[in-house]
């Protein structure tokens, strides 16, 4: 079974600054997605980014750009120019490629709380 | 606007009472996925369902009940038998043709125990 750990509980940045949050997963699988969730103090899931594994090329989305090492199974979040709406419970998600019986299914690590100092 | 509605935002339940939460889609999502999040932990699969009228258990499936009558709707009901039922509810949908499509989530139901 596929797992994912998110190593940092918690982490802050200053306001205007760059943060980088980690994430590795474990599979054995060549073909899957990951995503970035942003979950504010309203609770709801929003989707930040999304990345193929067969795609190369890290996925960037504004202020939020991934490091995708596909070797290493690591998938860092870094938010540039942070703003105070960032601040957040950030999940790392893992989705295979090839879903058992058509499913979708995610695998979500257990969050990092990030605040953003003014 | 389409979107998910989880209704009711908070629900109590007294013991020995099964409760049921609501979850309805109008995005035409052929997938849809019941999850439970504790303090300090991600979220956690209960049970998901790819068509109607079929559904398959998650990681922690005990003590919990779904049904897929129609497309847009996927209710939860949290049975007596779910000794620890104070969680954060959360629904959600995908698109099952497209591969990699991202789920999407409703705000959620936060159930507390009288």
């Known amino acids: 079974a596929q797992t994912v750990t998110q190593s940092q509980p918690e982490m802050s940045v200053q306001e205007a600054e760059t943060v980088t949050l980690s994430c590795t997963y474990d599979t054995s699988e060549s073909d899957y997605y990951l995503f970035w969730y942003k979950q504010p103090p309203s609770r709801q899931m929003i989707l930040v980014i999304r990345q193929e594994a067969y795609k190369q090329q890290n996925a960037t989305e504004n202020r939020f750009s991934v490091n995708f090492q596909k070797a290493a199974k690591s998938f860092s979040l870094k938010i540039s120019d942070s703003q105070l709406g960032d601040a957040a419970m950030y999940f790392c998600a893992y989705r295979s490629g090839f879903p058992q019986g058509g499913s979708e299914k995610l695998v979500f690590g257990k969050g990092t709380k990030l605040t953003v100092n003014p | 606007d389409g979107g998910i509605t989880q209704s009711p935002k908070y629900l109590f339940r007294k013991e020995g009472q099964n409760v049921t939460l609501s979850c309805e889609q109008n995005l035409n999502h052929d997938a849809m996925y019941w999850y439970r999040q504790d303090p300090g932990q991600g979220l956690r699969l209960i049970y998901y369902s790819q068509i109607v009228n079929d559904f398959q258990k998650g990681d922690i499936a005990e003590g919990y009940s779904v049904s897929r009558e129609k497309k847009e709707s996927f209710p939860l009901t949290v049975t007596s038998a779910q000794k620890n039922p104070t969680a954060f509810y959360l629904c959600?949908?995908?698109?099952?043709?497209?591969?990699?499509?991202?789920?999407?989530f409703g705000d959620g139901t936060r159930l507390s125990i009288l």
């Open positions: 959600a949908s995908s698109g099952r043709t497209a591969t990699g499509q991202p789920q999407h």
